[in-house]
């Protein structure tokens, strides 16, 4: 639950407490906000674990990269494009 989110190309993401047999009823709420119901109820259901670049694609995180390329980005140059296109007090 977060206003961006970024991952290394490498990060694996998934919801598996189906395969220990919990229900993730706090976390489908916002899941399925975020990516909507169908994408929601797939990774709740199968457990599956799934690839940045597929996180990416749900709508999940805002951004993958690989290593140090990800650090420089979101640290440098997401963070100073939010200061020059928007409002300082909005910020």
């Not at 991952?7 to 998934?14: K, Q, T, V």
């Not at 975020?34 to 599956?48: D, F, K, N, T």
Request: glycine share 8%; charged share 20%.
């Amino acid at each position: 639950v977060c206003d961006f989110a970024f991952a290394d190309s490498d990060a694996l993401f998934g919801y598996t407490e189906a395969k220990i047999g919990f229900v993730p009823a706090l976390v489908s709420v916002f899941l399925a906000e975020q990516i909507g119901h169908y994408r929601a109820g797939e990774l709740l259901i199968s457990g599956e674990m799934i690839s940045a670049k597929k996180a990416d694609e749900f709508g999940l995180i805002t951004g993958h990269m690989s290593g140090d390329s990800l650090d420089h980005w979101v640290a440098h140059e997401f963070a100073a494009k939010l200061i020059r296109e928007n409002s300082a007090f909005s910020m």
